[in-house]
């Protein structure tokens, strides 16, 4: 397919109809004017039109402006497939869709990444809206899917299988479909086990994953030819940001072979780092259940003398569960995530914040993001660089060593002791299957990634962008991680809610990553920078 780049915009006006012999190699601009649903494309030219067309006023054949519209398409298994032939959606016939007013998806369809705008700005990026489309791109008969769950638990996964499998089943009449176990080496490594709807009925009622699951292992070449030997035509990989990358190479190679087979890929991430989509299925539940934690922790320390409650939660690199907990929770007096360095000693520190808290109430609860003071705890063990399977680094266990150093700043420093009570619900929340929302929005994903994956789109990921569900390209959602925005308001009002030291120092100072750049703020607070 050619994929020649317009080299000017009046290049791409010249190139609005259809029927011009020009729209094959111009057909994008069909896309962005016209909004035609044939048009399909790469990400290569969705970063194309990022960077050239963001800021043009394009007009449309009936003279509406579009204002920088910019769809980030998916493949489609016709990008390499041309001749694939399409079938009726057999959804036209469900008996669950019958009384729906508007049974398919409208082509022109698309979501808006950004939805606070003000009258001259450009209309930005959208995502291609998720959901069933007229036609289809197999036929039931010949559908055999595969379901594989990568990387860490998280309360969830369960539904997402059950609901692919039960949606798969009961709207387009899929019978051939089959679990990978153990995550991705479980491809070359292991028998599959047939997944129909009566063996994944109660599934959802179980912690995570009843596939189960490992990191590394992920061999392309091994998992695709698999996937070929297999008759496998349809792939959900279910799993974060690790597992996305592995599905979009798994995609690349698929294409790179010719195969009819469509990836879809499934957001799963506890710690809700996946970027582009509002939130990630299990982080609902998971900051639900470590309320009970730090109700524990509050419990305990409320009943000792100088009583110092800390509350580990997962977060690697994203504090949001340990900031949406603390928010919850009111019992918090203190919360430190990844995004917010904090310091100890010293006007402005930690310990001056303890001490004050003691005095005033007795206790203190504070709740640490995993990801946090890796650079203190770094320093006291010595540990070098350690990596599981995957890759990610191995964190230390930043609760345990904070709970020791205040034990002994407060002994040998202030001749004051506290009573520490720690407490690491990690593995205990992510056992625990999903609470009611995020059921709901584990059977929304599934849907939307069967709807996907039978109109023949390929190497793209599920999720809701501004609470609706959208086709995302792989690699939008791996390319950045999402962290707490420590410039956004959320930030503030949990300073304004727990009213902890928000770590500037006495200097007026302090030296944070924000946004992914050291900054610093003097008093005046203008923005010192250095990245
Ligand atoms: N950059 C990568 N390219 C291909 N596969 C990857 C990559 N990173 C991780 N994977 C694979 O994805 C799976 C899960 O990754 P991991 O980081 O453990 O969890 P998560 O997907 O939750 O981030 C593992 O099998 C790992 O080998
Ligand atoms: O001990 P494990 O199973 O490797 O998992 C620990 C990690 O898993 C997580 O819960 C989620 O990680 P993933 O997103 O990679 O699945 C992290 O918060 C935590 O550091
Ligand atoms: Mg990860």
């Not at 790469?42 to 194309?48: V, W």
């Not at 929304?444 to 809701?464: E, N, Q, R």
Request: hydrophobic letters at 35%.
């Amino acid at each position: 397919m050619d994929l020649s780049i317009p080299s000017s915009f009046s290049e791409i006006s010249s190139s609005r109809s259809l029927s011009q012999p020009s729209f094959q190699k111009l057909r994008l601009f069909p896309v962005i004017c016209n909004f035609n649903l044939k048009s399909r494309k790469f990400p290569t030219r969705s970063l194309f039109w990022r960077q050239n067309c963001l800021s043009l006023r394009a007009q449309t054949s009936n003279g509406a402006l579009n204002d920088g519209f910019v769809l980030e398409d998916v493949p489609h298994l016709t990008d390499f497939l041309p001749d694939l032939p399409s079938y009726p959606n057999p959804l036209q016939n469900s008996q669950a869709y019958a009384i729906v007013k508007q049974n398919f998806v409208i082509p022109e369809d698309a979501v808006a990444q950004k939805i606070v705008v003000r009258k001259d700005s450009s209309r930005g990026v959208h995502f291609r809206r998720a959901g069933p489309r007229e036609k289809v791109y197999f036929t039931p008969e010949e559908v055999r899917a595969c379901i594989v769950t990568c990387g860490g638990l998280c309360p969830g996964i369960n539904t997402v299988i059950r609901e692919i499998v039960c949606g798969l089943n009961y709207m387009y009449g899929v019978n051939d479909i089959l679990g990978i176990q153990g995550g991705y080496r479980g491809f070359y490594s292991k028998n599959t086990v047939t997944l129909t709807p009566k063996v994944v009925n109660d599934i959802h009622k179980r912690g995570v994953t009843f596939l189960c699951t490992s990191r590394g292992g992920h061999d392309t070449n091994k998992i695709v030819d698999n996937i070929q030997d297999r008759g496998i035509n349809q792939v959900y990989i279910i799993g974060g940001d690790g597992t996305q990358k592995g599905a979009g190479q798994i995609y690349k190679e698929v294409e790179k072979r010719g195969l009819q087979v469509a990836v879809a890929g499934i957001p799963k991430t506890i710690d809700n780092d996946i970027a582009v989509i509002d939130k990630s299925f299990g982080f609902d539940t998971a900051v639900e259940e470590a309320q009970r934690a730090i109700n524990a922790a509050h419990v305990e320390v409320e009943s000792v003398e100088n009583g110092v409650g800390i509350v580990k939660l997962m977060g690697r690199y994203s504090g949001f569960i340990a900031m949406y907990a603390t928010l919850a929770s009111r019992d918090v007096d203190c919360c430190l995530i990844p995004e917010s360095p904090f310091y100890l000693e010293g006007p402005g520190g930690l310990f001056e914040f303890i001490e004050q808290r003691l005095k005033e109430n007795g206790h203190l609860v504070i709740v640490i993001a995993e990801g946090a003071g890796q650079e203190y705890a770094a320093r006291s063990t010595h540990r070098t660089d350690e990596r599981d399977a995957s890759g990610n680094r191995l964190l230390l266990d930043v609760g345990l060593w904070l709970s020791q150093y205040i034990k002994d700043h407060f002994m040998n420093v202030r001749k004051m002791q506290v009573n520490m009570k720690y407490i690491d619900p990690t593995y205990m929340i992510r056992a625990i299957p999903s609470n009611a929302s995020d059921n709901i929005y584990c059977t929304l994903l599934a849907h939307s990634a069967v709807h996907g994956a039978m109109a023949g789109y390929t190497g793209f990921t599920v999720g809701p962008v501004n609470s609706k569900h959208a086709y995302i390209p792989i690699a939008r959602v791996t390319e950045a991680q999402n962290t707490v925005k420590l410039t956004d308001r959320m930030w503030a009002r949990l300073l304004a809610s727990t009213n902890q030291p928000s770590f500037l120092n006495s200097n007026g100072m302090s030296l944070d990553r924000i946004d992914g750049e050291t900054v610093g703020m003097r008093k005046d607070n203008t923005k010192i920078s250095s990245t």
